[in-house]
């Protein structure tokens, strides 16, 4: 299977999601390494996950801001890209830890302005291989963030992880220069959660024919 473009799962909880995403052609799936996350994925059950899927990157997703904490997070999972949302760690994290090690920036569109955007990307670009786009609130995609996203997304490596749907997948990647996008796995069970359907909607909207 190929697809249209990059695809990050995030917050993979299950072998089921794992291995369905692995299946469809997906570039990275992403595991919560935080205890205290909901969608936090013990070492033991990390371990089995990916001893079954293969071909695809793992991340490991952290919010910790603690460098020690995080480089014992690395040795415990061991993951092919760490996700950060703290881009003053990465200058430090790069000197630290193993050469092939990459990273992804995870920037909360809600909390920012446009303008602070603007200097984020100019500050993290240098460490992050990645910067991800996403959003704890609901957020609109409107033209003037369109228009902001366009000219970074031409400077910069980024994964929209906001706005999109099966519907509108093929006219976002046709305006919007982004490197992928990033979609949400989560626990099978939890309700309230973005149900796994829409994510099998858009994985197959953008499959190669």
């Known amino acids: 299977?190929?697809?249209?473009?990059?695809?990050?799962?995030?917050?993979?909880?299950?072998?089921s999601d794992a291995r369905y995403c692995a299946g469809m052609g997906v570039d990275m799936l992403g595991f919560s390494m935080d205890a205290d996350s909901p969608d936090y994925v013990e070492p033991k059950k990390f371990a089995e996950i990916r001893g079954w899927v293969a071909g695809v990157q793992i991340v490991g997703e952290t919010t910790s801001v603690d460098?020690?904490?995080?480089?014992?997070?690395?040795?415990?999972?061991?993951?092919?890209?760490?996700q950060v949302d703290e881009a003053a760690l990465l200058p430090y994290l790069s000197?630290?830890?193993?050469?092939?090690?990459?990273?992804?920036?995870q920037v909360d569109l809600a909390q920012l302005t446009l303008d602070q955007l603007d200097t984020l990307f100019q500050t993290a670009a240098t460490g992050a291989d990645y910067i991800l786009l996403e959003s704890n609130s609901p957020?609109?995609?409107?033209?003037?963030?369109?228009?902001?996203l366009q000219r970074l997304a031409s400077r910069y490596p980024v994964l929209l992880g906001i706005g999109v749907s099966a519907e509108?997948?093929?006219?976002?990647?046709?305006?919007?220069?982004?490197?992928?996008?990033?979609?949400?796995?989560?626990?099978?069970?939890?309700?309230?959660?973005?149900?796994?359907?829409?994510?099998?909607?858009?994985?197959?909207?953008?499959e190669e024919e």
């Open 67 to 82: 460098p020690e904490v995080i480089e014992q997070l690395l040795d415990t999972y061991q993951p092919d890209l760490l």
């Open 168 to 206: 509108n997948i093929h006219e976002l990647l046709a305006d919007l220069p982004v490197q992928g996008i990033s979609l949400s796995g989560g626990d099978e069970e939890r309700p309230g959660n973005k149900e796994f359907g829409e994510l099998m909607d858009i994985l197959e909207a953008i």
């Open 1 to 15: 299977m190929a697809l249209k473009t990059i695809v990050k799962i995030s917050n993979v909880t299950n072998l």
């Open 139 to 148: 957020l609109h995609l409107d033209d003037e963030l369109k228009s902001a």
């Open 95 to 105: 000197t630290k830890v193993k050469d092939n090690l990459r990273f992804i920036l």
